[in-house]
């Protein structure tokens, strides 16, 4: 008696596509930080490039630290859906450019956003499939003293970013994942977990 012996391959899952993984949290609570951290270590990581109507500051090159344009460029990205999210700070537009983040996801590659609030909730709406995450600090006082303790604004500017603070720290829970930065090591060794 003769068994038969399947010659057929098993079946190759598919190469998980990667999420679209997007950091946010308020002011202070080290998101520029931890991602300068990661990417540091891990370069292959890809940070989207915002786009802004704001002037360059001494050092910054076009299409490197921000894409620069004027207003009317601004409003046409807006008009032609060219923008995943957006948002005005401090008189200025910045916004992530679509297509950049849809190429770099489509070539299976991580990609990382590092936005406000504002923005998170955009880039919910128009990719549900993205995955967000709130940077928390350790405490409250650790917040406030991270404001306060940089010394480069004024008494009231410091109250305005604490306000806006509260309100950010209320919107923890729609968010995926919550990292507590109590390390920057740390937190940044899980953040790149969750990218991969």
Known sequence: MSTAVSRGTSP???ARQPRLTVLSGPSGVGKSTVVAHMRKAHPEVWLSVSAT?????????????YFFVDDEEFDKLIANGELLEWAE????????????VLDRLEA???VLLEI?????????????DAQLVFLAPPSWDELVRRLTG????????????LAA??????????F????VNTSVEDVARELLALLR
């Open 53 to 65: 109507t704001r002037k360059p500051r001494p050092g910054e090159r076009d299409g490197v630290h």
């Open 12 to 14: 190759v899952p598919p």
């Open 165 to 174: 603070a509260k309100i950010e720290l209320a919107a923890e829970t729609e």
């Open 89 to 100: 700070f401090a008189g200025n537009r910045y916004g992530t450019p679509r297509q950049a």
């Open 116 to 128: 406000d609030l504002q923005g998170a909730r955009q880039v919910r709406t128009s990719m549900p």
């Open 176 to 179: 995926d994942v919550t990292l």
């Open 150 to 161: 940089r010394g480069t604004e004024s008494p009231e500017v410091i109250e305005r970013r």
């Open 108 to 110: 299976g590659e991580p």
